[in-house]
């Protein structure tokens, strides 16, 4: 939920194709939840084409591996841009800052934020186009580490970072190292376009399994952690440091979305000590997972605490599943993916059309949504509840 006193910020996304999949879209529906207009540009693309996406992590191996992301669907046309309607830029890693750093428009693009002194943020290998651009030199940097030689060589003061969380600020530039670091790099570029947070001091569980969706457990989640709350991440038979892997759910012409594997998501607590009292509100991830954990009587005793106890429960896609087994849909409105339509009708709730796949609707404590694309106004509207704002 956001306040505009002080005028709508608007801000540009610098977007190529094999982009990290969470450092596209994890600040690109955080910052629409939180109230601003972000537009999504491409060079050489429209509004409406897709870039495809690499999900990029730490595996084992002596570097990064990568698989197929989501596509991230544009909604502006690159060579309609006009630097001086946005007030911040923002650059995501993986692999397309490698070819974005060779085009002479994006630099030219890149130069005329800085040169007006408008807030730059970029994150990864993001960097290498700072570079390029020669807009780092004096200036304290950090980036994925193999991005230093570069950006030392360009003139930067190179931070390294401690973990791959880091994020450091220097005048009009705010540099991240991974993705990891989102929260306080969103954060940072809150403050920069002049927001402020109110009512943060909410603590908020998730309930994850193996398998579910990538986007709509990372977006929320780093989202609420952006907004300074404290986040929780649990799963049955799981302790902290545990992982789930996580399933990239699109549409790409099928008659069904496709599935290609995530990112493994790290939890930060143990079910087994989860106590209801200690949060504020609950949110419940689709995917694959929610398919076997309403099958789980520790997962419906605690969605049940939380629904008597009329905290917020906030669900989306398929985790609807695990609400209808619960029987907390009762008497209630609600959306979800249109395959869980039948669960919903069956455990006695009012459905509501997903008409478009981005509406999400609130009942009483109850936030429903039908799919990923509608993460900013889930996200917004579970904010609400929550009596959280990020104030302009």
Sequence with gaps: MANSKGGKRSVLLLCGDYMEDYEAMVPFQALLAFGVSVDAACPGKK??????????????????????GHNFALNATFDEI???????????????PEY???????????????????????????????????????????????VKPVLIAAGASWIEPETMAACVVDGNIITGATYEGHPEFIRLFLKALG????????RILFL?????????????????QALECHVDAVCPKKKAGDSCPTAVHDFEGDQTYSEKPGHNFTLTANFESVDVSGYDALVVPGGRAPEYLALNENVIALVKDFMEAKKPV???????????????????KCTAYPAVKLNVLLAGASWLEPDPIDCCFTDGNLVSGAAWPGHPEFISQLMALLGIQVLF
Excluded: W
């Design 82 to 96: 006009d630097p001086s309607k946005y007030d911040g830029l923002v650059i995501p890693g993986g692999r397309a």
């Design 208 to 224: 994850c399994g193996d398998y579910m969706e990538d986007y709509e457990v990372a977006v929320p989640f780093q989202s609420l």
């Design 100 to 146: 974005l750093a060779m085009n002479d428009s994006v630099i030219d693009l890149v130069r005329k934020f800085s040169n007006s002194g408008k807030t730059i943020a970029s994150i990864c290998h993001g960097q290498l186009i700072l570079a390029a651009a020669d807009v780092v030199k004096g200036r304290k940097c950090t980036a994925y580490p193999p």
């Design 314 to 332: 906030a669900s989306i896609c398929h985790g609807q599943q695990i609400l209808a087994a619960a029987g907390v849909l009762k008497g209630k």
């Design 195 to 202: 927001g402020t947070i109110t009512g943060s001091d909410k």
């Design 47 to 68: 509004s409406g084409d897709v870039c495809p996406t690499a999900v990029h992590q730490s595996t084992g191996h002596q570097t990064y591996s990568e698989t197929r």
